[in-house]
């Protein structure tokens, strides 16, 4: 029934205008709609478009034109036929006669022209049956030649090509609401619902109202394909808000069958308040004409069956005023389109926040470099605000010679493809407002977000600070790499496996290699063979043990140069930790010049040593001064000769060893004796034993007064050697001492020897051959020389050969005695606990 008669209506109206213009209550049914919809013939060739298509597929002259100019079919799936076993590639096969479904069909993922751009959206076809067409020859013209195809006219509706496009370019912060109110791209003023008026062709005015008033239907379903088409709930409703009409897509959102819809009030799918509101609405506009609602799009909580409810826009139309009973109520459900709202601007928030929060600046600019937004950093770090930034070109922030060949860099790179800065990052100058300009980094990708649109993302990092750290970080090691060169010893790093990192100039300089040869050799190529070989487990053993065999000491080593010969070195390794791992810092210092020294000075302080041993030490310094001849002459001299009584008898009877050891130690302790009061000991002649006043270190006046003190001495000395070795038996000693000018001097090249000539030496050596045993004998001038501090006895008249009479004394002892420095030390000779030495300390 419904069929028939929508098919009957819509033959006899397009029969009627000859297929040149649609009558004009169809062209009203179709402009309500907020989908775009076309009337096409079989051949492609577009006969109506409703506003939305106009507006949506943006051309002016729709009408008469092909469809291929604004549709194309990219394997498209038809939704409603499941048997179908291809996909729809093109127009005569989206009305292949076998794939309509009850005259209806929709097909998904078509491509639709706007403006330069294709958009993916799905459509649904009505076909009108509208059988044998008159003879026009606009009507003919173009016709497919299937009779199966061209019998049939065919209604065209597009849904989702706004959604498209509302995903392909987001409305700007504060217009996400209205854009997705107006979905579909249909405004109030366009989104009209006119009721359908049904004309009987050749009716007269009267009939058509008697018999086509929708009350006198008996709630038949009458529907035109174009409202079965639609996408949205469509109720037709009289003064009493009760409802006459619904199409399929009204059950499909509410929940209700049509036959359950008919004859219900509005409230049936809104709440009460809602409903209550529109019949005093409906009231109102039947008895004062007021048309508030009529025309305009309200949004509203819909209700369905299972009591759920949703968000929709209504929208009320009247085609014919007061003077028709019918109301067309179109209600779109709203709850897709508030999620994709609501996840817009998540989206939008999200996506802001993301950008402000970077510390980057961040600008966004199209193909032609014209800012299209920016982050908060880009504001603090330019100085320039957002709207200052936003339409201007992004050349503002860069210095002059840089803006002026920046749009050409862009406008290469899209002619050519040659990726010259995109998706690089380089370091440049960028200006601020004032003026000034910092060194930044910029790294340009590129964001293409359609077929057609490209846009560029630029990050802008300021590395003025980065910069100013880097070199004072470079400074700082050009400081260390100095410092460390300056440095006299080598100086050499290594990893924990021995590959040297680092070295010095001195290291290049001791070991012969170049820094280059140096670096990522192992550290034992500085070493000879046999320490070469251990070393690296020397590490290894301590990286798994921690025992400092060689960490943090010094110790002397043979190094190698790289000419292959060795040299003594001393070395010192720590331990530092880098960048979590451990390195050792070796210095190597080439003692080769330090042992060569050690020895010389050694040996010339044995040589000194030697020679202070054997002259006295003015003398011995002034001989390394001057090693030519040296002799003195002295007015006044002291001169003691010692001798042991019975020597060659006692010694003729003691072996060799004995007779060494017992002059040794007898003689040692008269040196201790010589060194306490700054005497010279002149030499030893078998066991006669000479000692001289002269030369003196300090004192030059006293010198007979200090011989005779020595010579007191020796015989206490002598006391306690009798008392320490009677395995030698007793010595007597006899001494003889006289005073006089003398002349001294060094003799010999072999082996030096100081020595003392002159008449006083003969006489003192008289004094001890003609001496009594245990006694000091001396002769006048010594008595005269030394003065009241000694006490001597008169012997009388001695013969002396060569000299003839003499008077000779007797040294009985000192009356007092002087403290006197000694450049020895009593206690280094051993002697400290002997008789000799602990009774000569009664002196000092």
């Known amino acids: 029934m419904r069929d028939s008669l929508r098919c009957h209506v819509l033959k006899l109206s397009i029969c009627e205008a000859g297929m040149t213009m649609l009558p004009p209550h169809l062209r009203t049914i179709l402009d309500a709609s907020p989908s775009a919809a076309l009337v096409v013939e079989s051949d492609g060739v577009i006969r109506y478009a409703n506003q939305a298509a106009r507006l949506q597929l943006d051309r002016g002259e729709i009408v008469g034109g092909s469809l291929t100019n604004f549709l194309s079919f990219t394997a498209a799936a038809p939704l409603d036929h499941a048997n179908l076993l291809h996909a729809t590639s093109s127009w005569e096969e989206a009305i292949e006669p076998n794939s309509f479904i009850d005259d209806i069909k929709t097909v998904n993922g078509v491509n639709i022209q706007y403006s330069i751009d294709f958009y993916s959206a799905a459509i649904t076809l009505a076909r009108i049956n509208v059988g044998e067409t008159p003879s026009d020859p606009h009507a003919t013209s173009g016709r497919s030649g299937n009779p199966l195809v061209d019998q049939y006219l065919y209604c065209l509706y597009i849904h989702g090509m706004t959604k498209e496009m509302t995903r392909r370019h987001p409305p700007e912060k504060g217009f996400v609401r209205q854009s997705l109110q107006n979905d579909f ?41 174009a409202l079965d088409a639609s996408f949205h709930a469509l109720f037709v409703i009289n003064e009493l808000c009760a409802i006459q009409m619904v199409n399929p897509r009204s059950s499909e959102v509410f929940g209700w069958t049509q036959e359950e819809f008919i004859g219900q009030k509005l409230n049936i799918i809104m709440s009460h308040d809602v409903a209550t509101l529109y019949d005093k609405y409906f009231k109102e506009y039947f008895k004062k004409g007021e048309t508030t609602l009529i025309g305009n799009q309200n949004e509203v909580t819909a209700r369905r069956k299972d009591g759920s409810t949703f968000p929709a826009a209504l929208t009320l139309a009247h085609p014919q005023g007061r003077a028709s009973s019918l109301i067309c109520v179109l209600i779109r459900d709203l709850s897709t389109e508030k999620a994709a709202q609501e996840l817009l601007v998540h989206e939008q928030m999200l996506t802001s926040g993301i950008i402000d929060a970077s510390f980057d600046g961040l600008f966004v600019i199209s193909d032609r470099g014209v800012i299209q937004r920016v982050n908060k950093a880009s504001c603090k770090l330019f100085g320039w605000s957002e709207e200052e930034f936003i339409g201007q070109n992004i050349n503002m922030i860069m210095p002059k010679h840089h803006a002026e060949r920046h749009d050409s860099y862009l406008s290469q790179y899209m002619q050519t493809g ?16 004032d003026g000034t300009t910092f060194t930044c980094t910029l790294g340009l990708a590129e964001v293409v977000t359609n077929e057609t649109t490209t846009q560029f993302v630029g990050f802008v990092r300021d590395v003025t600070l980065q910069k100013e750290a880097l070199k004072a970080v470079k400074e700082e090691q050009n400081l260390i790499s100095k410092i460390l060169d300056a440095s006299f010893d080598s100086l050499l790093v290594i990893n924990e496996k021995g590959i040297i990192q680092r070295v010095n100039e001195a290291a290049i300089r001791t070991f012969g290699w170049t820094r280059e040869e140096f670096i990522g050799t192992n ?16 590490i290894q053993k301590y990286l798994a043990t921690g025992f400092k065999k060689m960490i943090g000491k010094q110790r002397e080593v043979e190094s190698l140069h790289k000419d292959g010969s060795t040299f003594p070195c001393t070395l010192g390794l720590a331990e530092v930790s880098h960048k979590g791992s451990k390195l050792f810092v070796g210095f190597v210092k080439d003692v080769t010049i330090q042992k060569e020294l050690l020895i010389a000075n050694a040996e010339r302080e044995a040589s000194d040593t030697l020679l202070y041993n054997i002259l006295p030490v003015h003398i011995a310094n002034r001989l390394k001064q001057d090693p030519g001849h040296i002799a003195d002459h ?11 009584v019975g020597f060659t008898d006692r010694t003729s009877k003691m072996t060799p060893h004995d007779v060494v050891t017992m002059l040794n130690d007898l003689f040692s302790r008269f040196d201790y004796l010589v060194g306490i009061y700054d005497l010279n000991k002149v030499k030893t002649i078998g066991d006669c034993y000479m000692v001289s006043s002269i030369p003196s270190s300090e004192i030059e006046n006293d010198g007979c007064a200090r011989v005779c003190r020595f010579a007191l001495d020796l015989m206490k000395a002598v006391q306690g050697f009798n008392n320490a070795g009677p395995q030698h038996g007793h010595v007597t000693l006899r001494v003889g001492i006289s005073c006089g000018s003398v002349v001294a001097g060094v003799v010999g090249t072999k082996r030096y020897l100081f020595d003392v000539w002159g008449d006083a030496v003969n006489v003192a050596a008289r004094m001890e051959q003609h001496g009594v045993p245990g006694q000091i004998q001396v002769t006048q001038s010594v008595v005269h020389n030394a003065g009241n501090e000694f006490s001597f006895e008169s012997r009388g008249m001695i013969h002396l050969k060569g000299k003839g009479p003499m008077e000779a004394f007797i040294l009985k002892s000192a009356k007092s005695i002087r403290h006197q420095r000694s450049v020895y030390d009593p206690y280094a000779m051993g002697f400290e606990n002997t008789p000799c030495i602990r009774a000569s300390s009664n002196y000092l």
């Open 185 to 225: 791209d249909e405004s109030p003023n366009s989104f009209r619902v006119n009721s359908l008026l049904f004309q009987e062709n050749g009716a007269s005015p009267e009939a058509q109202d008697t018999t086509y008033q929708i009350q006198s239907l008996d709630h038949h379903s009458i529907s035109l394909a």
């Open 418 to 433: 040659v990726r010259r800065i995109i998706g690089k990052e380089r370091e440049l100058e960028a200006c601020r407002k």
């Open 523 to 538: 550290i034992n190529i500085i070493m000879p063979p046999l320490h070469a070989a251990k070393h690296d487990s020397y």
């Open 634 to 644: 002295y007015e006044n001299t002291t001169i003691l000769f010692a001798d042991i």
